[in-house]
């Protein structure tokens, strides 16, 4: 694998000062930084290049050694020098790892992907069967405008903490044990900003209000979400925003019930219309619908209307509407129906009250007897 000139990278000569290496890499990282090159793989490379170059030509002790003994000076194989530290390119691990996830350290890892964002809405039963479109509106974290996200003001990009080097970590000695603690200079970034962006404050990140079109198909059902690709929050230093979950609820409906895509609704039939058959019409989620009663027809019976239920949400058809038939019985009656009611009563012989059997043969049924009163 062919090794980087660092001094080529930067664009500066081997005699160049601390100022003018400092100038060249913000130059370099300000043209390729990830926030202003979504996407842009060789620009990102680029910017790898500019940090990795920077991390060795910006201290002097790595430069000097870089100088003598090249890339093996700089790396933890040892080299003509003899007795480097495991840890000798922890800076440079260290800032790479702040941008693209090198290196083993507490902070963020390279470009991070937002926050997914979740959004409870309430529609109504008929909006679930129908589908509707709504506009809803979110606060979400979105890069600084401003300073497109680099958290400084003018857009320049925050210096290395001199104190830590980068590493956005100290270590100290205590004892056998060697502990690493935050460095308090820039609190863990490795970074400081010099002057802090006045509109995010030096966050590099600001809350907004967006407007989010849903769209709601039809036959969702209560509880159910829906995934907007990249509507949550935006991503870091050039990674991709996260997604919004917008969870659907859909209060009970007031007559009908919902069992998948099924749909079932209890209808209080009156007592001769039971008896003697008839025909009425029962409002569906689609519209009316017309239900034929025999005469006979017992409580309980089910009317099934394939096809009149909720659509699928995948768009594999509708469900099933059922019509559940109980016989209305009323709690007043007029002096005529109490009549009528009585002498239907006294055609029928009550002593004891039996279980009906399957095995029935008497001569005349009981709904028959009513078509005979009433008939």
Do not use: W
Request: one cysteine or more; hydrophobic letters at 30%; charged letters at 25%.
């Amino acid at each position: 694998m062919t090794q980087l000139d660092y001094y080529e990278v930067l664009s500066v000569s081997r005699d160049a000062g601390e100022t003018e290496i400092k100038s060249a890499y913000r130059k370099l990282a300000l043209k390729y930084h990830p926030d202003r090159n979504p996407g842009d793989t060789e620009a990102e490379t680029r910017f790898k290049e500019a940090a990795e170059a920077y991390a060795v030509l910006g201290d002097a002790e790595k430069r000097a050694r870089y100088d003598r003994f090249g890339h093996a000076g700089v790396s933890n194989q040892g080299g003509p020098g003899g007795g480097f530290n495991a840890d000798i390119f922890a800076d440079f691990s260290d800032i790479l790892g702040d941008f693209f996830g090198f290196g083993g350290g507490s902070r963020r890892q390279g470009p991070m992907r937002g926050s997914d964002l979740r959004y409870d809405l309430e529609i109504s039963f008929d909006e679930s069967y129908s589908g509707s479109e709504k506009t809803i509106q979110i606060p979400r974290e979105e890069t600084c405008t401003a300073c497109n996200g680099t958290r400084s003001a003018n857009g320049e990009l925050p210096d290395i903490c001199p104190q830590c080097r980068g590493a956005g970590q100290l270590r100290f000695q205590q004892g056998f044990l060697i502990v690493s603690r935050p460095c308090s200079q820039c609190s863990g970034t490795g970074r400081i900003v010099r002057h802090p962006c006045q509109t995010c404050r030096g966050a590099g990140r600001t809350t907004q209000d967006r407007r989010v079109t849903v769209k709601i198909p039809a036959g969702i059902a209560d509880g159910q979400r829906l995934r907007l690709h990249g509507e949550g929050e935006h991503g870091a230093l050039g990674g991709p925003s996260g997604d919004l979950y917008v969870v659907i609820h859909v209060p009970p409906h007031q007559a009908f019930h919902r069992e998948e895509d099924d749909l079932h609704i209890e209808v209080p039939v009156p007592f001769h219309v039971m008896a003697l058959g008839g025909q009425f019409e029962v409002d569906g989620p689609g519209g009316p619908l017309s239900v034929d009663v025999s005469g006979g027809t017992p409580s309980g019976t089910v009317k099934t209307f394939k096809g009149k239920g909720m659509p699928n949400v995948s768009g594999r058809g509708r469900g099933a509407f059922h019509v559940r038939l109980v016989i209305d019985v009323p709690k007043r009656l007029t002096k005529d129906q109490k009549k009528a009611i009585e002498q239907f009563g006294r055609t029928i012989t009550v002593d004891k009250l039996e279980p009906s059997s399957v095995d029935d043969t008497s001569d005349k049924p009981f709904f028959e007897k009513v078509k005979d009163l009433f008939g």
